[in-house]
């Protein structure tokens, strides 16, 4: 059996962002950029898959600049064992990013097919649930557990207030949530080994795909300064602001 992994190349979630001067995007200028935090967990647990004797073998795709193949290459060195960098510099919207894997995992047949649960950079939350809906192929979101079975799939999914358990036919599309794993660091000889690993380049014309989008980002603002905070005298004084200014007992 194969898996498709699909690993966005994002602003590291360690970075303070930056919005540039005519607030029209983030300013990526000489930013640690990584893989999306949540297809790292997708990665590691289509590498469990693996270890289990589950899955093959591993698929990782990333739509977006030639710099993506970075993010491959990280994703190679955890385990996977081939990747596929659709090269664009056009903005990737989730719509076109479903088209393209849609594309990827029928010419592959891969079955099980792994994807964050969202992007940290945009927070659509949108493209593995879009995927699904394009390829008519039932969906676990959020995932807190996947146990392969037979010919389906178990995933339970994170949902309000508890856990809920589904079982979908393969192939299926999965989407991490935070608790699924925690991914393991790679080590330098895999680091050296994933150099190695194939890596094919393809444009979203190689599928088909328009990368031309009828939604557009118009404003990006930074979130609001916090204010700095003030001390204190005694106990009746905080009760007596809390109660007084801020009104909140
Ligand atoms: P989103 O719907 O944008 O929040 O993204 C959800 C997930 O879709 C991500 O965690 C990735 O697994 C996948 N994804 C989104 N955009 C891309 C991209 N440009 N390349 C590869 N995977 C992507």
Sequence with gaps: MKALVAVKRVIDYNVKVRVKADHS??????????????????????????????????????????????????????????????????????????????????TEGTEIILLGKQAIDDDNNQTGQMLAALMGAPQGTFASKVVVEGNEVKVTREVDGGLQTVALDLPAIITTDLRLNEPRYAKLPNIMKAKKKPLDEKTPADFGVDMTSKQQIIQVEPPADRKAGIKVGSVDELVDKLKNEAKVI
């Excluded at 590498?47 to 600049?65: N, Q, W, Y």
């Excluded at 193949?69 to 060195?77: D, G, N, P």
């Excluded at 090269?87 to 995992?105: C, F, G, M, N, R």
């Design 25 to 106: 995007a983030v300013d990526l200028t000489n930013t640690k950029m990584s893989i999306n935090p949540f297809d790292e967990i997708a990665v590691e647990e289509a590498v469990r898959l693996k270890e289990a004797g589950v899955i093959d073998e591993i698929i990782v795709a990333s739509i977006g600049p030639k710099e993506s193949q970075e993010q491959i290459r990280s994703a190679l060195a955890l385990g996977a064992d081939r990747g596929i960098l659709v090269q664009t510099e056009d903005k990737a919207y989730p719509l076109q990013v479903a088209k393209i894997l849609k594309s990827i995992a029928e």
